[in-house]
């Protein structure tokens, strides 16, 4: 573990992205409050600002979902080629505003643009390379440097203010693309993620949407809130400093707890779960929002940043786990998400703002605020339980697979040994066992005869017959209870050799006897994807053949 966090801390990719969220933090998160000359925040410039910024930034979310479709090859070389330069422009067109006032209102807009597709191109770059990686390097890379970039960030505070506007274009947008440069030389583009044309799938990708739309619409949901405190904090000047550092303090906060936890236990869990959570504690903040002072507002605006913090880290791992699992492209993935996110957001901020200015003078606007506000959390609730639109469920898979952390603690054996330690708990073990109990008896049979020969795929040798015979179980057996029985000894193995979710219902598949087309047409995904899944579950298990995995089950039941 802590060979795995000196190279987590010292790695070029968690700098990178430190850095990153540092220029997002100043500029799409934090604005032009944090680091410009105060006489320049006039209410007309921030407005023009924000504005523009939310626009292209969930515009830019949008635009690249579809062209990662449509045209994957152009959208990525798009994005490589061009999101460290708007950056750079973007930064530089409001340093130019502060120098000509004739036209700062113009400047301001330009830089608000190019800020807000810049920074929605460079998270996708990030995302591509985190994506790319098994999900333990890259999910500790990731919380790693979202833990680095806060002391950055508030480092700039000591730094005067006539020198960090120029920071930010000449020394961290540069080092950023740097680190993109480097991190991306360890990518590996042979993955289906990377190698299938979404066009060709369009079931995988229809699947996928409407797997993951509630979860997409539950982070949204907590990005409206952020927006709401946003409007307010731009007509409140002492809130808005005060959302900027907590939003950074919430992203370290977030990061370390996740840390321990993710070293002393393995667990699992998804954004709708997360919501469910969060989802009293806004709710009750909102509803008492109208009758407590100016420290509980900026309080509660705190919370809110940091929870919207939290969410946005796991909404990045929910979205690379996806592309892992299911072959899907991580640009696709990750637009899907960050478009009804965005624009949510973009949504809360215009109302937070214009909420104070449309509703009669007094303190009466805040009641309006705390209904709309807890009114839309609400429905949000009610749809991602499925209690409203039932129709748009999807038949298929119907939930959205979990965000999974293996303990880093345990180290997957490589034996199959009675002894070896588990990384999941019972709990965990139990939710799991429902997925024999769908597949039929005669492939459940087909593992316990020895006689029996799975079928081969076009990439695999035929299975040679098992090495110690086992009986065929008469008719009075219960076929059910061997069934579960398999499912119980695949379990084993992902707890003993880290497997994931998805990892363990292809072995169990194979086991079972189902050729790649069977397994990608059950699971809906390509069979290139499944073809990887095999290959990373031979190597986690340190065999070659179909035939060895048999083996390996047989000898657990035995």
């Not at 924000?50 to 292209?56: K, P, R, Y």
């Not at 990662?68 to 750079?88: C, E, H, I």
């Amino acid at each position: 573990m802590a060979t795995e966090s000196a190279s987590a801390i010292g790695h070029a990719s968690s700098w990178g992205y430190a850095c990153f969220l540092t220029v997002n933090a100043t500029s799409v998160w934090g604005g032009i409050f944090p680091f410009l000359p105060l006489e320049f925040q006039t209410v007309e410039v921030t407005l023009t600002f924000f504005l523009t910024q939310a626009v292209a930034f969930g515009g830019a979310f949008l635009a690249s979902m579809l062209g990662s479709y449509f045209f994957p090859y152009g959208a990525r070389r798009m994005l490589v080629s061009l999101s460290a330069v708007l950056l750079f422009l973007g930064s530089a067109c409001l340093i130019t505003a502060m120098y000509v006032a004739s036209a700062a209102i113009a400047f301001v807009g330009a830089g608000g643009v190019l800020l807000g597709i810049g920074c929605a191109g460079m998270f996708m770059l990030w995302q591509r390379y985190f994506a790319s990686l098994d999900a333990r390097t890259g999910n500790f890379r990731l919380i790693v440097g979202t833990a680095i970039a806060p002391f950055i960030y508030l480092a700039l505070y000591l730094v005067p203010i006539a020198l960090t506007a120029f920071l930010v274009p000449l020394i961290f947008v540069p080092l950023c693309g740097l680190c993109v440069a480097l991190s991306v030389r360890e990518m590996n583009f042979e993955q289906p993620m990377f190698e299938d044309v979404p066009r060709q799938h369009p079931r995988v990708y229809r699947q996928v949407v409407a797997d993951y739309w509630r979860s997409a619409l539950c982070v949204g949901s907590l990005a409206l809130v952020a927006g709401v405190i946003r409007g307010i904090a731009l007509l409140h000047e002492e809130i808005s400093s005060l959302v900027n550092s907590a939003s950074m303090l919430g992203s370290f906060i977030a990061a370390a707890v996740l840390l321990v936890l993710w070293h002393r236990m393995s667990f699992r869990f998804g954004l709708i779960s997360v919501f469910r959570v969060v989802y009293p504690l806004l709710t009750l903040g909102f509803l008492l929002m109208p009758f407590c002072g100016l420290v509980y507002l900026n309080a509660f605006a705190a919370v809110a940043y940091m929870v919207f913090s939290l969410v946005q880290m796991l909404m990045m791992m929910q979205c690379a786990q996806v592309s892992r699992d299911r072959g899907i492209n991580p640009v696709f993935i990750y637009g899907f998400f960050g478009a009804i996110v965005y624009i949510l957001q973009s949504v809360g901020f215009l109302f937070g703002w214009a909420s104070e200015l449309t509703v009669p003078a007094g303190s009466q606007w805040l009641y309006f605020v705390a209904l709309i506000s807890s009114c839309g959390l609400g429905i949000t609730l009610l749809v991602s339980t499925g209690t409203l639109f039932r129709p748009m469920v999807s038949k298929g898979t119907v939930t959205a697979d979990p965000i999974e952390f293996y303990s880093l603690a345990a180290v997957p054996a490589v034996s199959v040994g009675r002894g070896s330690g588990s990384v999941f708990g019972e709990d965990t073990r139990k939710a799991n066992c429902g997925l024999g109990a769908e597949l039929g008896r005669a492939s459940a049979e087909s593992l316990e005869d020895g006689d029996s020969r799975v079928r081969s795929t076009a990439d695999d040798k035929p299975a040679t017959p098992a090495k110690r015979r086992r009986r065929r179980p008469s008719a009075s057996e219960d076929a059910g209870a061997i069934r579960d029985r398999l499912s119980k000894q695949c379990l084993v193995l992902q707890e003993r050799h880290g497997l994931s979710m998805r990892e363990t219902e292809v072995m169990e598949l194979i086991a079972r006897g189902n050729s790649m087309a069977a397994i990608a047409e059950r699971l809906v995904i390509s069979e290139n994807t499944v073809r990887t899944h095999a290959k990373h579950i031979y190597t986690k298990l340190d065999i070659h053949r179909r035939q060895e995995l048999l083996d390996m089950l047989r000898e657990l039941g035995d």
